[in-house]
């Protein structure tokens, strides 16, 4: 009988285990709907911050943040898919090249962002004198998604069958045009999946753009001006005490925008996967 | 076009290349004009008065990891083993989602979450200001938690079924199976799932910034504010110029340092482990 006592112990802890880390999710993720859902209106969403960001909107920080993730997305996907060209197609598996950028990847993907901070700082701001802007960020984040976007689009391309490549090479087309009009297309779904992935690292990182980005509340019209995002208004608004409402309503929206991330790439990832 | 291509795939060792380079060139002749003994042991951090110790924030980063670990590594490994082995498909695949977005949250909401309301529970149920040393462990051990839970789940999944079967046949229950069998076989994976949390803790920022406080002091319990290296970065870096900027250089110096250790030590693990299932 005591046996049998034990089992019902474990069991109810490992269900218990299961619980509270559901219940841990749910509870940040309603609360913040729930105390930011009334601040968020038209005028918030359009309107710019005024008095350091404690009245108006957050629609500087909103294009912000656009400006900042569409830098970093249009510098890291073609590198990263190139480097997964590469590795998959040119370099041979167990070539020392092809460890040492597999190293690497891994290596980047483990470097804190406070690091990448440090160093867009040190170079991009000051180094290549670009200063706190919307190019120093970008790029800064750029190095940042790399190595997510080159693994998933390793994966994508190596799950591509290999008769699609035999087959277009056999009917006489050239290598890279059989990568470019086979290859890519087949794979474009998992590159995808990368995309959307590194677009909630970009949107949610707040250490490295502070340091590179700036935080100026000013609407960022070029490349060089200075941005602050979303994720960087809320820190200052809450440590700052400037405006708790504010501070939900940027929460509630960076929340959504992560909430609806995660939804298409998952949507992304079954599509992909029913295709292969 | 291959060599395109190639130029595409170094930009990752370039960029690993530069960052050591350029993080190394502004922090180390502060350590060395400093000396090394007195950077990390020295207690006193005053930027004003060059006195640069970082002492307090490294014994802060450490006692933060311990104590976030303390908690997230025993619930995220019970929450591993209930995914791969007790909870039906739909339950584990629903677990599955819920980690995830756990994971995609980002850790400046963490940290608001932290301060409007973890801040204040301890403050009101427990004293001090609530700004503390617990409040980041709180924070830090959810966000670890999907890394742990995550390795550790495919550890489990990893072991071979001929060892739970083996188990059950020789008429040891499920959870003598687990406990004896699955978990000692998946030890070293969940190793590296602890490891791995540690990095990430011991990297994390903006979380611990907005809920510790941030004091320059020996945190001496639960309830008293303390400051990590990271913090220290994130806060002085703004304003900071010459020598004081080399400092903060110098720290992202010493937490690269320990980032390259546990990495190592990730790979020991992993090698362990390999020569374990060999």
């Not at chain 2, 909401?109 to 427990?126: A, H, K, T």
Request: charged residues 10%; contains cysteine; glycine residues 10%.
């Amino acid at each position: 009988m005591q046996g049998k006592w034990q089992e019902k112990i474990w069991n109810g802890m490992f269900w218990l285990s299961g619980i509270i880390i559901t219940l841990i999710l749910a509870v940040i993720i309603i609360y913040i709907i729930y105390r930011g859902f009334s601040s968020v209106n038209f005028n918030f969403i359009f309107s710019a911050p005024s008095r350091a960001g404690k009245a108006g909107g957050i629609s500087t920080t909103i294009i912000g943040t656009l400006y900042l993730t569409a830098v970093a997305l249009l510098i890291a996907v073609p590198i990263g898919v190139a480097t997964a060209i590469y590795l998959e197609q040119y370099a041979r598996r167990s070539s020392r090249l092809a460890y040492l950028i597999n190293l690497t990847n891994d290596t980047l993907a483990g470097v804190p962002s406070i690091l990448f901070g440090l160093f867009g700082f040190v170079f991009f701001v000051i180094f290549l004198n670009m200063g706190w802007s919307v190019l120093s960020g970008g790029m800064t984040l750029a190095l940042m998604i790399l190595p997510t976007i080159t693994r998933t689009a390793q994966e994508a391309v190596k799950s591509v069958p290999d008769e699609y490549l035999e087959n277009s090479l056999a009917l006489g087309a050239g290598r890279w045009i059989s990568i470019k009009r086979v290859i890519l297309p087949s794979a474009l779904p998992g590159i995808i999946t990368g995309i959307i992935l590194s677009m909630g690292r970009a949107v949610g990182e707040t250490a490295a753009v502070i340091l590179t980005a700036g935080s100026s509340l000013n609407m960022p019209m070029s490349l060089t001006d200075p941005a602050r995002s979303m994720s960087v208004h809320l820190y200052i608004l809450a440590t700052e005490g400037l405006s708790l409402e504010r501070a939900f309503g940027t929460a509630f929206l960076i929340i959504i925008f992560i909430l609806i991330i995660n939804y298409l790439a998952n949507l992304s990832l079954r599509s992909w996967s029913r295709q292969t | 076009m291959e060599l395109i291509l190639l130029l595409g795939a170094s930009v990752s060792v370039i960029a690993i290349l530069l960052i050591t380079l350029f993080i190394f060139v502004k922090g180390m002749p502060l350590i060395a004009k400093v000396g090394i003994g007195s950077f990390i042991f020295n207690l006193d951090w005053s930027p004003t008065r060059n006195s640069f110790g970082i002492g307090t924030m490294l014994l802060g980063t450490c006692s933060l990891t311990l104590v976030s670990l303390i908690w997230s590594v025993p619930l995220g490994v019970s929450a591993a083993v209930f995914m791969a082995e007790i909870a039906s498909k739909r339950v584990g695949d629903f677990l599955g989602r819920m980690i995830e977005l756990l994971a995609g949250i980002p850790s400046v909401v963490y940290g608001f979450f932290g301060l409007i309301v973890i801040v204040p529970f301890i403050r009101e149920q427990l004293g001090g200001n609530g700004l503390s040393l617990l409040a980041g462990a709180i924070v830090l051990g959810i966000m670890v938690l999907p890394t742990i839970i995550n390795i550790s789940r495919d550890a489990i999944i990893a072991v071979p079924l001929d060892y739970k079967t083996g188990s059950l046949a020789l008429g040891a229950t499920h959870y003598q199976t687990i406990g004896r069998v699955i978990l000692p076989a998946a030890r070293s994976g969940i190793i590296t799932a602890v490891v791995l949390g540690m990095g990430r803790a011991v990297g994390e920022t903006m979380a611990v910034v907005m809920v510790t406080g941030n004091s320059t002091i020996i945190p001496d319990s639960l309830l008293s504010p303390m400051r990590t290296m990271t913090s220290s970065i994130v806060l002085e870096m703004g304003y900071a110029a010459g020598d004081h900027q080399a400092a903060l250089f110098a720290t992202g110096v010493v937490l690269f340092v320990f980032i390259v250790i546990l990495n190592l030590g990730v790979n020991i693990a992993i090698k362990a482990g390999a020569r374990n299932a060999g």
